[in-house]
Nanobody
Framework: QVQLVESGGGSVQAGGSLRLSCVASGDTYGRCMGWFRQAPGKEREGVASFDSRRSRQTYAESVKGRFTISKDNVKKTVYLQMNSLGPEDTAMYYC???????????????????????WGQGTQVTVSS
């Protein structure tokens, strides 16, 4: 029911910025939304998550203070603002939709892949030094 399409990737020099967008064709209200990335030779890692019910964000330690995840419910779009980019940020970035938050007793959204079930096709980010 939900499909995700990422955009905004590209090539930038170290210290530059990019903003990734993820447009959902279905309803993602109340669901965990996240950004993940996978670099060559490395496992996919969680970058950021957004808990729509609680308006709460979490980040990987490697991107704290540099990346910001946000969501526009009207446009059904999730964003990832990336600042102070470095070569270590080079990866394919994926948007994901996960579990529905229906109870205050549920665990908050996290950057774990186990919380997500719908994935976009990815957008490439390349940072040169």
């Amino acid at each position: 029911q939900v499909q995700l399409v990422e955009s905004g990737g590209g090539s930038v020099q170290a210290g530059g910025s990019l903003r990734l967008s993820c447009v959902a064709s279905g309803d993602t209200y109340g669901r965990c939304m996240g950004w993940f990335r996978q670099a060559p030779g490395k496992e996919r890692e969680g970058v950021a998550s957004f808990d729509s019910r609680r308006s709460r964000q979490t980040y990987a330690e490697s991107v704290k203070g540099r990346f910001t995840i946000s969501k526009d419910n009207v446009k059904k779009t999730v964003y990832l603002q990336m600042n102070s980019l470095g070569p270590e940020d080079t990866a394919m970035y994926y948007c994901a939709a996960g579990k529905l938050i229906y109870s205050v007793y549920q665990s908050p959204c996290s950057t774990s892949q186990n919380d997500y079930s719908v994935w976009g096709q990815g957008t490439q980010v390349t940072v040169s030094s």
